[in-house]
């Protein structure tokens, strides 16, 4: 078994695309240290010697930061970035793309509360959420106690409206059947019946 930098190189592959299995490790990178330890790219990773599986551990070890200290390093630079509280940042923190790609359509939606949906204080203090407005339709009508009232149907061979109003004919409520609600409500205007 092939064991370089701390990972299994998997046995059934070629040296070339078994080295991509350690992180830090591309094509281009493998095919360099491939070239400056001396192995045939085409060799299988169960077919090599001792001394070349020596060979690219040291090459490994001496060129490249590779698998724990480059994950390391990586999520110190992210976090150093969200602290100064640059673009990049808040990208990385917000879980979006951050090197200027196009995020308008092709980017996932960020888990959490929207941009706009919170302000930044004063240095040191947390980040606070601003209330949003409710989504109702405006002002909202006060509650009515109708102990008497009347039901009126109107049925037809697409719909039914059942419509609920006081002894004046004040419409309280209404509801329709067959048509979906929103087209039924546009259509029907909310008066007194007649």
């Known amino acids: 078994m092939a064991r370089i930098a701390g990972v299994n190189v998997p046995l059934n592959k070629r040296v070339e695309v078994g080295l991509t299995y350690i992180y830090g490790v591309g094509e281009a990178t493998a095919r360099k ?3 400056d330890a001396g192995v045939d790219p085409n060799t299988y990773v169960r077919e090599l010697t001792d001394d070349e599986v020596i060979r690219l551990r040291n090459s490994v070890d001496q060129e ?10 990586r999520s110190q630079n992210v976090k150093r970035l969200m602290e ?3 673009y ?7 879980g979006l793309p951050a090197n200027g790609q196009r995020t308008k359509t092709n980017a996932p939606h960020p888990q959490g509360s929207p941009p706009h949906a919170g302000r930044r ?5 947390e980040v606070v ?9 405006g002002r909202r009508r006060p509650r009515r106690n109708v102990p008497v009232g009347q039901a009126h149907i109107k049925t037809s061979f697409n719909n039914t409206i059942v419509t609920l109003t006081d002894r004046e004919g004040n419409v309280l409520a209404w509801e329709s ?5 929103s087209r039924a409500r546009a259509s029907r205007p909310r008066s007194p019946l007649r």
């Open 177 to 181: 059947a067959g048509a979906p609600a």
């Open 121 to 125: 204080q004063a240095q040191g203090e």
């Open 88 to 94: 990049r940042g808040l990208r990385h923190r917000r």
């Open 129 to 137: 959420a601003q209330q949003r407005p409710g989504r109702g339709r």
């Open 33 to 35: 240290l491939l070239q």
């Open 64 to 73: 490249l930061s590779v698998e724990g200290d480059l994950r390391r390093e």
């Open 84 to 86: 100064n509280g640059s």
